[in-house]
């Protein structure tokens, strides 16, 4: 079972993830963890899942900076907290 996950995260791992979106990197990143957390890989497997997961949580770190600077562009450095309404 172990080979199949390998597979469909190297077929994944074929695009780079600079071109992943936030959801494409995030939805791989769980995989990867999952597949860390729940299967038996070989130790190289192991490695490269990891080096593959360490990029993709870079990327989302990185595409969420980029998101929080846009926002801040929007609204100005000072981000107002939630007030709730009264009814």
Same mark, same amino acid.
């Given at each position: ?19 992943l979106t ?12 999952? &597949? ?30 980029? &998101? ?15 007030e709730e309404?009264?009814?």
């Amino acid at each position: 079972m172990a080979k199949s996950t390998s597979n469909k995260s190297d077929k994944k791992s074929e695009k780079p993830v600079e071109e992943l979106t936030y959801e494409e990197a995030l939805a791989e990143l769980e995989e990867i963890v999952s &597949a860390l957390e729940g299967e038996q890989n070989q130790l190289e497997a192991a490695i490269k899942l990891f080096e593959r997961g360490q990029a993709l949580a870079s990327r989302c770190s990185i595409l969420l900076e980029a &998101a929080e600077l846009k926002v801040k562009q929007v609204v100005g450095d000072v981000v107002l907290p939630f007030e709730e309404e009264d009814e």
